[in-house]
C-alpha cells in the first residue's frame, strides 16, 4: 500500500471559499457567541482579523491566540463534539455542489487527497470526515496532559508555512509539489500555486486572479 501512494498523484484541497462558501473561523466564533461560549466582542475581532487576512497582514501568533482562547482547559473530545455542531449547524449547507462532486470523483479515480487549511485542526476534522478526506493538514493546536493550553502548535498552515507542510507530508506519504494539484481561493495561495504542477485557482481573491491570468493557471468557479 505505501509503495501505491509513492506512485499516486497528491491533490490537496484548501477549505474556506474553496470548498464551501464560508470563513469558519469567522463562524465558529459566531458559533461559540451564540451558546454564550465566546466573549461579547468576539464578532467584532473575528471581523477585524478576517479583514487582516483578505489583506495579507495578519498577525498569526495574535489570531491564533485569539482564535484559541476558546479551547484553553477543554479537552479533544470537548471540542470535536463543539466542531460537528458547528458543521451541522453552520457548514454543511455551505459546501460547494461543484467542488463535493470533483472531490468524491477524485477519490473514486483512486486519487490521494489531503485537506489542507489554515484553519485549526478540530474544526477542519468535520468537513475531513464528512467528504472522506484520506489526510488532513491544519494548523495545530498545543495540549498538555491531554488538555488544550489555547497556543497553536507547529507552524500556521498559511501561505509558506503551507507549501513547508506540503513538504512534510510528502516525506512520509510520497509525492512532490511538482507532481501535485492544489485547489485555493486566496491571496496567500498564489506561492503554493507557483510551487504545484498543476494549481487551480477556484473562486480567486484579485491578486490570486491576476497570477491565474499571468500564468495561464485554471479558473474554477463554484457557486
Not at 479515480?109 to 491544519?138: D, M, P, Q, R, W
Not at 516525506?171 to 501535485?180: H, R, T
Request: charged content about 25%; glycine content about 6%.
Amino acid at each position: 500500500m505505501q509503495r501505491q501512494d509513492h506512485q499516486r498523484q497528491v491533490y490537496f484541497w484548501d477549505m474556506d471559499h474553496t470548498i464551501i462558501n464560508n470563513d469558519c473561523d469567522v463562524s465558529w466564533k459566531e458559533f461559540l457567541h451564540a451558546r454564550g461560549v465566546a466573549p461579547a466582542n468576539a464578532l467584532d475581532l473575528a471581523d477585524k482579523y478576517y479583514q487582516d487576512y483578505l489583506n495579507n497582514t495578519l498577525d498569526q501568533d495574535e489570531f491564533m491566540d485569539f482564535q484559541l482562547a476558546e479551547f484553553k482547559g477543554k479537552t479533544e473530545e470537548q471540542m470535536l463534539e463543539l466542531s460537528h455542531q458547528h458543521f451541522n449547524d453552520v457548514v454543511k449547507q455551505k459546501i460547494y455542489p461543484e467542488a463535493e462532486r470533483m472531490i468524491r470523483e477524485q477519490m473514486k479515480e483512486g486519487k490521494l487527497l489531503c485537506l489542507i487549511t489554515a484553519t485549526n485542526s478540530v474544526i477542519a476534522y468535520a468537513l475531513k470526515e464528512y467528504l472522506g478526506f484520506e489526510h488532513l493538514i491544519a494548523s495545530g493546536l498545543e495540549m498538555r496532559d491531554g488538555i488544550y493550553t489555547g497556543k497553536r502548535s507547529g507552524k500556521y498552515c498559511l501561505g509558506q508555512g503551507k507549501v513547508e507542510l506540503m513538504q512534510d507530508f510528502f516525506l512520509e506519504n510520497g509525492g512532490s509539489l511538482n507532481s501535485s494539484a492544489y485547489y485555493g481561493d486566496s491571496s496567500a495561495d498564489v506561492v503554493i500555486m507557483e510551487a504545484v504542477g498543476k494549481p487551480f485557482a477556484v473562486n480567486p481573491a484579485p491578486k490570486l486572479l491576476a497570477a491565474a491570468e499571468l500564468n495561464n493557471w485554471p479558473i474554477l468557479s463554484f457557486k
